[in-house]
């Protein structure tokens, strides 16, 4: 194809993909043809660089893996350190030794993530900022640390808000997997993301004993868990 011909063919083409007339994908298609009849076009007729990569956690999006990372970190290290404090109010007023026994173990791995969690924001250059919500935190102290609730109503209480363990850790299995640079976070996530599971089970295992399953447990006006 003569150099005047190529030219005029790509000028048409980048008019029409200018306008929307055109997808990406015919765009590229057309391009390729056009190259195989003669040198390589000029840098202004390439193809469009592919877009910048995003990140995503829930339903927020992010275009650095700093900010995906500074977020969920944060967010996570809020419910974790107020997870410790809530479940040590149930493990005070807790009347079966067994479950008492298990909530001390949960309140220990809640309040170490909520720790470890604000020292790597701090160490990554960003301050510890997100809170739950009051209204969230007055209704979960008042369920799980009043002694008139039975412990089995609060474990029924847990299962109903989380009755699949891998649901639950989906959100950190999904920062993880989006990690490429910053191995230290990703690393801590992964060792949390364990001790997480640790505790769903435990919780699961705990409703089995007790005759209570997440199949089983009705709709109510109860406290989320943290």
Known sequence: MADIDKQFELRQLLKAYRKGLISD???????????LGGSPPAAEFAPPPPPARTYHVRDKTFTSERDMLVCFLDEFRAGEAFGGVVFSLWAEVAKNPAIRGGLRAVCEREAMHGRVLAARLSEIGAQPSATLPESFREKARARL??????????????????????AAVAPIR?????????????????????????????????????????????????????
């Open 25 to 35: 994908e015919v765009f590229e298609d057309q391009m390729r043809e056009i190259q």
């Open 145 to 166: 640390g009043s002694a008139h609730v039975s412990d089995a109503d609060k474990v029924s209480d847990f299962l109903k808000q989380i009755p699949d363990a891998e």
């Open 174 to 226: 999904e920062v993880i997997g989006q990690v490429e640079d910053d191995v230290e976070s990703c690393a801590l996530l992964a060792g949390i993301l364990e001790d997480e599971l640790a505790t769903i089970r435990w919780f699961h295992e705990t409703g089995k004993a007790l005759g209570i399953s997440a199949n089983n447990t009705a709709a109510g006006n109860e406290a989320p868990a943290p």
